[in-house]
């Protein structure tokens, strides 16, 4: 026998054993009162056992009712008692959150979106994981993960944050002892600071991001995130091409000089991947909107 088959034939006979009516359940269940004849009479055919006997006085149950209903009425409350609880749960999300962020975006961007959706959902318990890898959300038990760049196949769900391009910037001290390059062709002359995100083939454009080139760059260090790719600049130790919201502070106040300024490296795209098909938790479209409002904020102060 296929018990899970039958649950939905005993939450029918426990409203019809409550109220000792067909009539009365099937109002109360919004079906017919011959469906319900047809459901008890399935259910009894499918166990063996008379359930219900109806007498001029209504319904009467047998033994085996009886017993019976004792089981399903704590079936029928234990999934009222689930379903309130997802309800609240829906209305005030609790328990861990769990969500990969790129480097560089802590201090502007995550925290203070994490802060606020603590203060209007305080049951939340979030764990931040900053890496500029990809993170797939099963494997890595993520809630929500940002990623910049392309994006692999996957049946996740993107959500656009933003977009923001690259510039070539060096520090004075570097242009000061070895020079700035006037044109692309002299970058080979220079040192230069590569990143593990740009293909071998790094796409130029100028600044209105048209005319495309592709250029090779032998490199004299190589790092893997914008952070280390930032010092390292500013250390005088190279050219580097990094996104333009992270290094104008350090171009206003003149410790970053931009290079080649005709040019500029390729849009890098910023996504926001769940994996929920339907309707998202209240929990996970806030924090895209707060990460997305503190990532736009970020980048205009930066070009302010």
């Known amino acids: 026998m296929n018990n899970i ?29 011959s469906a319900i004849s047809q459901q008890i009479k399935r259910l009894e055919e499918d166990i063996g056992q008379q359930l219900l006997i109806r007498s001029t006085r209504g319904v009467v149950l047998t033994t085996a009712g009886e017993t019976l209903l004792a089981r399903s009425e704590l079936l029928d409350e234990q999934l009222n008692m689930a379903f309130t609880e997802l309800n609240q749960l829906k209305a005030q999300p609790s328990g861990l959150f769990k969500v990969s962020v790129p480097p560089f975006s802590e201090k502007e ?16 318990t979030p764990e931040i994981v900053v890496t500029a890898k990809w993170q797939d959300l099963i494997e890595h038990n993520l809630d929500a993960a940002v990623f910049g760049g392309d994006i692999k196949d996957c049946d996740y769900r993107a959500l656009s944050v933003s977009t923001v391009s690259e510039v070539f910037c ?28 740009h293909r071998p083939k790094i796409e130029i454009f100028d600044n209105n991001l048209n005319n495309k080139q592709l250029i090779s760059i032998d490199h004299s260090i190589k ?36 290079v080649l300024p005709d040019l500029r490296g390729r849009d890098w795209h910023f ?24 990532f736009l904020k970020a980048c205009t102060k930066q070009k302010a």
């Open 5 to 33: 088959k039958l649950a939905p034939l005993l939450l029918i006979f426990a409203e019809v054993a409550t109220r000792r009516s067909y009539t009365a359940a099937a109002k109360k269940l919004g079906i017919s009162k």
């Open 109 to 124: 961007i995550v925290i203070p979106a994490i802060r606020q959706l603590c203060l209007e959902f305080p049951m939340l």
């Open 170 to 197: 060096a520090s004075p001290n570097y242009i000061a002892q070895f020079g700035s390059p006037k044109c692309l062709e002299e970058l080979s002359q220079h040192k230069f600071i590569a990143t593990a995100w």
């Open 223 to 258: 790092v893997n995130t914008l952070t280390t790719g930032l010092e390292t600049a500013l250390l005088d130790m190279g050219i580097a091409l990094l996104p333009e919201f992270l290094v104008q502070t350090h171009l206003d106040g003149n410790n970053l000089q931009r």
């Open 271 to 294: 996504y926001f991947l769940h994996q929920y098909k339907g309707e998202k938790p209240t929990h996970i479209t806030r924090f895209y909107q707060l990460y997305r409002h503190y």
